[in-house]
């Protein structure tokens, strides 16, 4: 299947400062990505849709400019934990679709995740 | 709501000894029916993806199923290295994007 690769895999950073994660798509053109928030024990939550050349589209409740997006090109999505506190300490998945001529998304395909705690 | 339900939260079996995991969910309209598996501190891991209902697939020793309202992962004859958390996602027709909406999955412990 496809590969999505996700780094750093682990990261702790002082509270203030920011924090840049990347997801990249290794064998395939992904136009639209995903970033998801996962707590433990909990389910994975939509933060945004990442799409290639445009703004992301954040879900509600989630801050756009506490979470910066960007999605430079078809392989690179970037997410910016910005002036992080010990409450955005959590585990960030990314995920690409692989989609289909008729524009379904058949599966999607998940990076590692990156473990952010922020001390 | 779109919404997903996962049951159990935690599920113990012996090895070999044959379960089934649920998920209901309610959806305006669904696009499609996933089923992953995620090991701790890692992405998930894709399985299945089911369209209709009265679907079937099939994996080793997963079979997943799909009807109007849930869906069930069939484990058969397990091992210790199915142990995992599953976790049962939908696309509905609703929203301009492929987005996917997560159960809180179930925490399957095999033991020897």
């Known amino acids: 299947g496809a590969v999505v690769s996700q780094h750093p895999s682990w990261v702790i950073c002082k509270s203030g400062t920011s924090v840049k994660i990347e997801c990249r798509s290794l064998d395939f053109q992904a136009t639209t990505m995903f970033w998801y928030r996962q707590f433990p024990k909990q389910s994975l939550m939509l933060m945004a849709t990442?799409?290639?050349?445009?703004?992301?589209?954040?879900e509600q409740g989630v801050e756009k400019d506490k979470f910066l997006i960007n999605h430079a090109s078809l392989t690179l999505s970037t997410l910016t934990v910005t002036s992080a506190h010990p409450e955005d300490s959590s585990f960030y998945i990314c995920?690409?679709?692989?989609?289909?001529?008729?524009?379904?998304?058949?599966?999607?395909?998940f990076g590692q995740g990156t473990r952010l705690t922020v001390v | 709501e779109d919404q997903v339900t996962q049951s159990p939260e935690a599920l113990r079996l012996q090895e070999g000894e044959s379960s089934s995991l649920n998920c209901s969910y309610t959806?305006?309209?669904?696009?499609?029916l996933f089923w992953y598996r995620q090991d701790p501190g890692k992405g998930p891991e894709f399985l299945f993806t089911l369209y209709s209902a009265g679907e079937e697939k099939e994996k080793e020793r997963l079979k997943a199923t799909l009807t109007k309202k849930e869906s069930f992962l069939h484990i058969t004859a397990p091992k210790p290295e199915d142990s995992a958390t599953y976790l049962c996602?939908?696309?509905?027709?609703?929203?301009?994007?492929?987005?996917?909406?997560f159960g809180a999955g179930t925490r399957l412990a095999v033991h020897p």
């Open positions: 990442s799409n290639e050349g445009s703004k992301a589209t954040y």
């Open positions: 995920s690409a679709d692989v989609i289909t001529r008729t524009g379904f998304s058949t599966e999607a395909f």
């Open positions: 996602a939908v696309t509905p027709f609703s929203g301009g994007y492929n987005k996917l909406i």
């Open positions: 959806v305006s309209g669904l696009r499609g």
